[in-house]
């Protein structure tokens, strides 16, 4: 099933998680495991990240040598073995970059997820490339918005050098800022784009992680000031150690309240502050659930324990 049609059926609150591929040379059993863990919360889809390739330099003995390489491939793989695998059988969203791929290469991925029977995607602009691929002869994607035209051209049997093709289906998902973006200059500017994205064709919202969700009540009802009217999925992360609190707003551009911080700095080792991560995470789970949003998307990435913690403290 799409994502949207899990939406409009559920009679109630939706759980969904967000992983991530091996590392290069890994073993897909590995995730595949996780994924075993999961299942017994009977999540509606999961999300499978992307990676575009990075410039590494290594040092030798003569030299320095560039490598450029993809250290997380495996997204395509990885979401069919959940979706078509008797073993799990639960639909999949695959993330889609702009940075780092061409529209052509972007369109040879899509071909194959819908070879696949794979119908969910989520279109994201990635994060700052570190390696530019050249397309002197073959044009990007500069914005999430132009890979969603992208998408819904191919939902209309519009591909890049024939316009006449066989029509896709796919699902699109595009990402909001309850804390604004940080390229953006200001809450009005970022949800015009948004709207774009959703004007363009997006059938959903995931939202960036937050630990205040007042921060997601108020983007909510500006997005629906201004005329959003798709499905908004609250984006949670379960905070579980002491780093969290200088690795996440250096990396996702959020912040944490005083009260969560103030706890987490009185832990006498990093490893207890999961403790205060996970009580934390149930008190919004809790609140989100009473306020009927409808999915709650966990960051799960690679380690699942405290999401674990999580649930069984609100009785999952």
């Known amino acids: 099933m799409k994502v949207i049609e899990h939406l409009k059926e559920a009679k109630e609150t939706l759980i969904s998680f967000e992983i991530i591929p091996p590392k290069r040379g890994g073993d897909i059993e590995d995730i595949l495991d996780l994924v075993s863990r999961l299942k017994k919360y009977n999540p509606s889809f999961i999300d499978v990240t992307s990676h575009a390739a990075e410039i590494e330099y290594i040092e030798t003995d003569r030299t320095i040598k560039k490598i450029v390489m993809r250290k997380r491939p495996g997204t395509l793989v990885v979401g069919s073995e959940i979706q078509r695998s008797e073993k799990y059988g ?82 699109i998902g595009v990402c909001g800022y309850p804390e604004v973006h940080f390229e953006a200059p200001n809450m009005e500017t970022d949800i015009k784009h948004l709207k774009g994205k ?47 609190l200088t690795s996440l707003p250096k990396t996702f551009h959020i912040s944490i309240p005083y009260e969560l911080s103030s706890e987490v700095e009185k832990v006498t080792k990093s490893e207890f502050a999961e403790d205060v991560g996970v009580e934390w995470a149930a008190k919004q789970v809790e609140e989100l659930l009473n306020k009927k949003v409808p999915a709650l998307h966990f960051f799960v990435m690679k380690n699942d324990e405290a999401i674990h913690k999580v649930m069984k403290k609100i009785g999952f």
């Open 198 to 244: 959703v004007d363009a064709g997006a059938d959903y919202i995931v939202t960036q992680m937050f630990f205040d969700n007042k921060k997601y009540f108020n983007f909510v009802e500006k997005c629906r000031e201004a005329g959003i009217n798709v499905p908004i999925i609250p984006g949670l992360k379960i905070l579980t150690k002491k780093e969290h």
């Open 90 to 171: 639960i639909d999949t969203v695959l993330h889609v970059l702009c940075r780092g791929f061409t529209r052509e290469e972007t369109e040879d991925f899509l071909i194959e997820m819908n070879y696949a029977r794979l119908k969910n995607v989520l279109a994201v602009r990635g994060d700052s490339e570190r390696y530019k691929t050249n397309s002197i002869e073959r044009s990007v994607n500069n914005y999430a918005v132009d890979l969603v035209k992208q998408i819904v051209d191919m939902n209309n049997g519009k591909y890049l050098n024939n316009p006449h093709s066989k029509k896709t289906d796919f699902c």
